[in-house]
């Protein structure tokens, strides 16, 4: 698996932006969420698998998809305070829509372990894309905090 991400502080100064890049759009999937859960806690290997969250969901688009998916970890952080370690991911073209099956594993934040760097508010738009070219996913996304 050739998955990755950087974060890109060149881009914007009051939020956080990262790339991503995989060989298949379930590796994206995986890849952004990682990086937004490491934009919320210093150390993601600090995180134990003790809660297991699935998320299936249908898009009309790769990059709705994807920015369904990282509002959704969001919202598991603020409503639920949970953060995951590991993400696990599948996606596939279904006629017209994407679908998605997503597997987190993580646990509420717990303070005496998990170093929190910022709170994340939202995916924005702000020259979000999502693209598969040359055999690869690419994702720029830009988080709210």
Request: hydrophobic share 50%.
């Amino acid at each position: 698996m050739r998955a990755a991400y950087k974060f890109r502080d060149d881009i914007v100064a009051a939020d956080v932006a990262f790339e991503a890049e995989a060989d298949s759009l379930g590796e994206l999937l995986e890849q952004c969420g990682l990086a937004v859960e490491n934009t919320m806690i210093e150390d993601l290997a600090a995180i134990r698998p003790r809660v297991t969250k699935t998320w299936t969901h249908e898009s009309e688009s790769a990059e709705q998809l994807v920015f369904e998916f990282l509002q959704e970890l969001i919202f598991l952080k603020d409503a639920e305070l949970l953060v995951f370690g590991a993400v696990r991911a599948r996606a596939e073209k279904k006629g017209a829509a994407w679908v998605a099956n997503v597997t987190m594993q993580g646990e509420p934040v717990d303070g005496s372990r998990h170093e929190q760097a910022v709170d994340v508010k939202a995916v924005t738009y702000h020259m979000y894309k999502v693209e598969a070219r040359g055999g690869r996913w690419k994702a720029f996304v830009v988080l709210d905090v």
